[in-house]
């Protein structure tokens, strides 16, 4: 009923058109268009006004069902990384890369190509199926810029897959929250010759409050980090500013909260030790601490139905299927936030962001046929 080869036609087709990210706007007509043909209504929404891209905003495509059901939900990025233009393909028997002067663009190409392809077969054949909603989104690998500001009131379904993983056994159920931890610590300049006792220095306060924090592996779920340091000038004089950048994750929200504050309490710690008198006048250092969301975390059960219908796919088909959990953040860790839930299967794409990108086909027409699976059987 797939056809393998059309897909595999599709994704070469896909990677002709360059999309790196910001450059989104002929992929956007592209795929608009192939599902307009497809049969669904289309609606382009005006993120693209947002971020810096080309496009006008993330593409949905709403194919109706044969049954009474919610909406199977399937997710894939129209963008890719650079070096990304004038991608040429190279097809060997069991797999496709590129010249090795560019990237391939399967991350994820594979993904919108094996979308299209389910569409296409479920429109020639008379397979009872839910309505499917697809969701093709922008500038997903420059920090999820199509998700974060995608129009969610277009869609009613809450339930489906993300076609946007390496390798070719993964479905991914489970992915850290996100905070990005920014600190200013501003103390007191002095010559660090004439006079250091009237200052404060900003590395001193800084080093306190690190020395008093708990930092990289916090327990199994959560993990914590500063991974650059900006500040000082010269060395004869007390340093006046320094900025701290980091980072926190887990996979449990409360956790990350509970990391996040202790952080930033380390910091109350030393702008107390270092609260001093100067010239009879009370000197204390200040400490902007800035902790911004990057994203949500995944956390889907393994018992969830959509799961369970690919393992149990997997199974049957014998594709090995391992659900598992990432380090990583992509537009499922978005969505999640918004009450979505898309485990993220692989799609037998190796080495991205790589020019040494691969599509391994087996495993590309393994995703192929357990997404048709899933979205097959499907009724909620
Ligand atoms: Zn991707």
Same mark, same amino acid.
């Given at each position: 009923?797939?056809?393998?080869?059309?897909?595999?036609d599709?994704?070469?087709?896909?990677?002709?058109?360059?999309?790196?990210?910001?450059?989104?706007?002929?992929?956007?007509?592209?795929?608009?268009?192939?599902l307009?043909k497809?049969?669904?209504?289309?609606?382009v929404?005006?993120?693209?006004?947002?971020?810096?891209?080309?496009?006008?905003?993330?593409?949905?495509?709403?194919?109706?069902?044969?049954?009474?059901?919610?909406?199977?939900?399937?997710?894939?990025?129209l963008d890719?990384?650079?070096?990304?233009r004038?991608i040429?393909?190279?097809?060997?028997?069991?797999?496709?890369?590129?010249?090795?002067?560019?990237?391939?663009?399967?991350?994820?190409?594979a993904?919108?190509?094996?979308?299209?392809?389910?569409?296409?077969s479920?429109?020639?054949?008379? *397979?009872?199926?839910?309505?499917? &909603?697809? +969701?093709?989104t922008?500038? #997903?690998? =420059?920090?999820?810029h199509?998700s !974060?500001?995608l129009?969610?009131?277009?869609?009613?379904?809450?339930?489906?897959?993300?076609?946007?993983?390496?390798?070719g056994?993964?479905?991914?159920?489970?992915?850290p929250?996100?905070?990005?931890?920014?600190?200013?610590?501003?103390?007191?300049?002095?010559h660090?010759?004439?006079?250091p006792e009237?200052?404060i220095s900003?590395?001193?306060?800084?080093?306190?409050?690190?020395?008093?924090?708990?930092?990289?592996?916090?327990?199994?779920e959560?993990v914590?980090?500063?991974?650059?340091?900006?500040?000082?000038? *010269?060395p004869?004089?007390?340093? &006046?500013? +320094?900025?701290?950048?980091? #980072?926190? =994750?887990?996979?449990?929200?409360? !956790?990350?909260?509970?990391?996040?504050e202790?952080?930033?309490?380390?910091?109350?710690?030393?702008?107390?030790?270092?609260?001093k008198?100067?010239?009879g006048?009370?000197?204390?250092?200040?400490?902007?601490?800035?902790?911004?969301?990057?994203?949500?975390?995944?956390?889907?059960?393994?018992?969830?139905?959509?799961?369970?219908?690919?393992?149990?796919a997997a199974k049957?088909?014998?594709?090995?299927?391992?659900p598992?959990s990432?380090?990583?953040?992509?537009?499922?860790?978005?969505?999640?936030?918004?009450?979505?839930?898309?485990?993220?299967?692989?799609?037998?794409?190796?080495?991205?962001?790589?020019?040494?990108?691969?599509?391994?086909? !087996?495993?590309?027409?393994?995703?192929?046929?357990?997404?048709?699976?899933?979205?097959?059987?499907?009724?909620k």
């Amino acid at each position: 009923m797939i056809n393998q080869k059309r897909a595999v036609d599709t994704f070469l087709k896909l990677i002709q058109i360059d999309s790196e990210s910001g450059n989104e706007k002929k992929m956007q007509e592209y795929v608009a268009a192939e599902l307009k043909k497809l049969g669904c209504r289309v609606v382009v929404d005006n993120a693209g006004k947002h971020f810096n891209t080309n496009a006008k905003g993330n593409v949905m495509g709403f194919f109706p069902g044969t049954v009474k059901s919610a909406p199977f939900v399937l997710v894939a990025h129209l963008d890719t990384v650079q070096p990304g233009r004038g991608i040429r393909a190279v097809v060997k028997k069991d797999c496709i890369v590129s010249d090795g002067k560019t990237i391939l663009g399967a991350d994820d190409k594979a993904g919108v190509a094996i979308i299209l392809e389910v569409l296409r077969s479920l429109k020639e054949n008379k *397979v009872p199926h839910p309505p499917v &909603e697809v +969701l093709f989104t922008l500038c #997903e690998e =420059r920090g999820m810029h199509g998700s !974060k500001n995608l129009d969610y009131k277009q869609l009613k379904g809450r339930e489906g897959m993300i076609l946007d993983n390496e390798g070719g056994d993964e479905l991914l159920i489970q992915g850290p929250a996100v905070n990005d931890v920014v600190v200013d610590v501003i103390g007191i300049s002095a010559h660090a010759g004439a006079c250091p006792e009237k200052g404060i220095s900003a590395l001193e306060v800084a080093a306190y409050a690190i020395s008093h924090m708990k930092l990289g592996r916090i327990d199994k779920e959560t993990v914590a980090n500063f991974g650059a340091v900006q500040g000082g000038q *010269v060395p004869n004089a007390v340093m &006046e500013k +320094l900025t701290l950048i980091g #980072e926190a =994750r887990s996979l449990k929200i409360e !956790k990350l909260a509970k990391q996040t504050e202790h952080m930033r309490k380390a910091f109350e710690l030393a702008i107390k030790k270092y609260t001093k008198k100067i010239d009879g006048k009370v000197c204390k250092p200040v400490v902007n601490f800035n902790a911004t969301k990057r994203y949500h975390s995944v956390q889907i059960s393994k018992s969830h139905p959509v799961v369970k219908a690919l393992v149990a796919a997997a199974k049957r088909l014998k594709f090995p299927l391992y659900p598992r959990s990432s380090g990583g953040g992509c537009d499922a860790n978005v969505l999640s936030g918004k009450g979505f839930t898309l485990p993220n299967l692989s799609v037998g794409v190796y080495g991205c962001h790589t020019v040494h990108e691969k599509l391994v086909l !087996k495993e590309f027409y393994a995703a192929l046929a357990l997404t048709w699976a899933a979205v097959t059987s499907y009724k909620k």
